[in-house]
């Protein structure tokens, strides 16, 4: 649950209590009101029947002031509260359209409306405590909108932050508040500039390192040809075969990390296949069996992905202890199988660079060509799956 729905549930639960306290305290507020009112009306009409029966009407008047009651003309009634009739007459406390409480008498032929002054005083107190739970209300609303003013900057900052996760390394904040939330804004973005200044260093570093090392490396194998054929001879032309393939792997890995798109088209897996082997180095053809069961479409950038499925054949073929391997396309999975021993560590181990089984440190290979393959499915949004059974390896690409 995120920050701004746990603070919307608490406003609501906020919000229903003070209209729930609001009402409550209303209705006891007319309860009580309503009850004060019925007594004194009780007894102010008790005194009033008697005074109609014994006085002049200015007498009257005069009474009813002492009782703080003003006759007042006839009135739409909403509801009436109590009604008692009596032998000359019928005695009523009514609630008019406008919310006052009025005494009504009939005594014989004389009928009188009255309300008393200092009640209302009373029920203005209990309007002023529901005025006081609406400005809770409008307060708590006012509160509930600046804290998520405040914190509307995070979803930028949040998005900032996935760009650059993503490979936007010039991805920056633009929230610009003096608060703590700006101060974690400026904060991301230095730290940012950090990052991407050191992952450039270090992209160019070993760019410029995998080129410089290239012409060094023509000029020995150049030199070596000049010589007379030796075991020394060989095994100085090994050396800088392996040390030109280990800078090719270098330069491959760079490339991979340096490139924020990739070129996607529409092939068909057999396409695929056929590019992936016309980058292996293959000396006897029958070491390797396809089997194309499913020939699929896929998107993506084919000289990579030809790349990773040459790379896979690569392993495949170096560490085989029986030949020949197979190349077997399905529904949406290119898979390379190959007999061998099972694996010294877990497969997560080998999709690091330079890992490799202890007892095939001999092998050619530095073991970056599952780290290549490893980064160009991942940058397909595909799937690298491996599997292991009586004795036969699987690696498989599984395209979703």
Not at 210 to 233: C, M, N, V, Y
Not at 301 to 317: E, G, I, P, T, V
Not at 334 to 356: A, M, Q
Request: net charge negative.
């Amino acid at each position: 649950m995120s920050i701004f729905t746990k603070i919307t549930v608490l406003f609501l639960i906020s919000l229903t209590l003070m209209i729930g306290i609001g009402y409550k305290i209303d209705t006891i507020n007319t309860q009580k009101y309503e009850s004060i009112v019925l007594q004194k009306y009780l007894i102010d009409g008790r005194k009033i029947f008697k005074w109609m029966a014994t006085s002049s009407a200015d007498e009257l008047q005069d009474k009813f002031k002492t009782l703080n009651l003003i006759t007042i003309p006839p009135v739409q009634t909403k509801q009436v509260l109590m009604r008692q009739s009596h032998t000359f007459g019928l005695f009523e406390i009514l609630k008019s359209d406008e919310g006052d409480y009025i005494l009504h008498i009939r005594y014989i032929d004389d009928e009188i409306y009255l309300r008393d002054t200092t009640l209302q005083e009373s029920l203005r107190e209990g309007w002023i405590l529901n005025a006081l739970v609406v400005a809770d209300i409008i307060v708590l609303a006012v509160i509930f909108i600046i804290i998520l003013r405040m914190l509307t900057p995070l979803n930028s900052i949040t998005a900032s932050m996935r760009r650059f996760a993503q490979g936007d390394y010039r991805n920056r904040s633009s929230v610009e508040s003096h608060d703590e939330i700006g101060e974690v804004a400026r904060t991301y973005n230095e730290m940012a500039q950090t990052i991407e200044n050191l992952i450039r260093s270090r992209q160019e570093l070993l760019r410029d390192v995998g080129h410089e090392l290239r012409t060094p490396i023509a000029r020995g194998l150049f030199a070596l040809e000049q010589i007379e054929d030796s075991k020394i001879r060989d095994t100085l032309k090994h050396s800088f075969k392996e040390l030109d393939q280990l800078t090719q792997e270098l330069l491959e890995i760079e490339k991979l990390q340096a490139t924020d798109t990739m070129q996607t088209e529409s092939f068909s897996a057999e396409t695929l296949v056929m590019e992936a082997l016309s980058k292996l180095n293959l000396t006897d053809e029958s070491n390797l069996l396809v089997n194309i069961q499913e020939n699929f479409t896929l998107n993506g950038d084919l000289q990579y992905l030809s790349l990773a499925l040459k790379n896979l054949l690569d392993n495949a073929l170096k560490y085989a202890e029986t030949f020949p391997i197979l190349l077997e396309i399905t529904s949406n999975r290119i898979s390379v199988f190959n007999h061998g021993k099972p694996l010294e560590k877990e497969f997560s181990y080998f999709l690091t660079p330079f890992t490799r089984q202890e007892r095939s440190r001999t092998t050619e290979g530095f073991g970056l060509g599952l780290n290549i393959v490893s980064k160009i499915v991942a940058k397909h949004g595909f799937s690298l799956v491996y599997d292991y059974d009586q004795g036969q390896h699987c690696f498989s690409i599984v395209v979703h």
